[in-house]
């Protein structure tokens, strides 16, 4: 199985760039795409898509958020951080079947 | 606008059984994978089962494998998660979410508690 670590929290002042991180014990790349996903859920509510294939902005999420990395590191970065990113972050992949990070949840100093 | 609604859950004692829905909107929803994937009250996220736009495959997390089945009906635009010999482990809130290789849209859950 593959495992993604993320550290479990973050704290980072409003207008600060936020830089969450995502390890995973196997090789996500495959082909020239990386099978790494980034998911925000605020308390209460479902997920929602951030970021699919290590890079890419998924439809309508703004673009302060960005990801980047390949094999088996990746990062999440919001810049500038506002007030409503305060949430849980996960990574997911899907190279080897389909496992989440333990999630990263983002506060404000 | 895709919409996904999950129901059937509830509050079941050990061993028993459960089939949960998730009736889908505003996409061909004969064309896309979907996933069940639940959450464990103030825990993460955990991926349980897979299924095909067409029912080809299906792929099963360890800790469900067995006991639960995944299954959809295209033509009631409707996917299935069957729950057998459920246990106190088994509670949590089951999402359904479209595509294969991430989620491109989540339902709003339902809470399964398995409790004598």
């Known amino acids: 199985d593959i495992v993604l670590t993320q550290s479990p929290a973050l704290a980072v002042s409003l207008g600060q760039r936020a830089t969450i991180s995502c390890k995973t014990n196997?090789?996500?790349?495959?082909?020239?795409?990386?099978?790494m996903h980034w998911y925000q859920q605020k308390p209460g509510q479902q997920p929602k898509l951030l970021i699919y294939?290590?890079?890419n902005l998924a439809s309508g999420i703004p673009a302060r958020f960005s990801g980047r990395g390949s094999g088996t590191d990746f990062t999440l970065t919001i810049d500038p951080v506002e007030a409503d990113d305060t949430a849980t972050y996960y990574c997911?992949?899907?190279?080897?079947?389909?496992?989440f990070g333990g999630g990263t949840k983002l506060e404000l100093k | 606008e895709v919409q996904l609604v999950e129901s059937g859950g509830g509050l079941v004692k050990p061993g028993s059984s459960l089939k949960l829905s998730c009736v889908a909107s505003?996409?061909?929803?004969?064309?896309?994978?979907m996933h069940w994937i639940r959450q464990a009250p103030k825990k993460g996220l955990e991926w349980i089962a897979l299924?095909?736009?067409?029912?080809?495959?299906?792929y099963y997390a360890d800790s469900v494998k067995g006991r639960f089945t995944i299954s959809r009906d295209n033509s009631k635009n409707t996917l299935y998660l069957e729950m057998n010999s459920l246990r106190s482990e088994d509670t949590a809130m089951y999402y359904c979410?479209?595509?294969?290789?991430?989620?491109?849209?989540w339902g709003q859950g339902v809470m399964v508690t398995v409790s004598s």
């Open positions: 299924i095909y736009y067409d029912s080809s495959n299906k």
């Open positions: 979410a479209k595509g294969v290789y991430y989620y491109s849209s």
């Open positions: 997911q992949q899907s190279r080897n079947l389909w496992t």
């Open positions: 196997q090789n996500v790349d495959y082909y020239g795409n990386s099978y």
């Open positions: 294939l290590a890079s």
């Open positions: 505003g996409f061909t929803f004969s064309s896309y994978g």
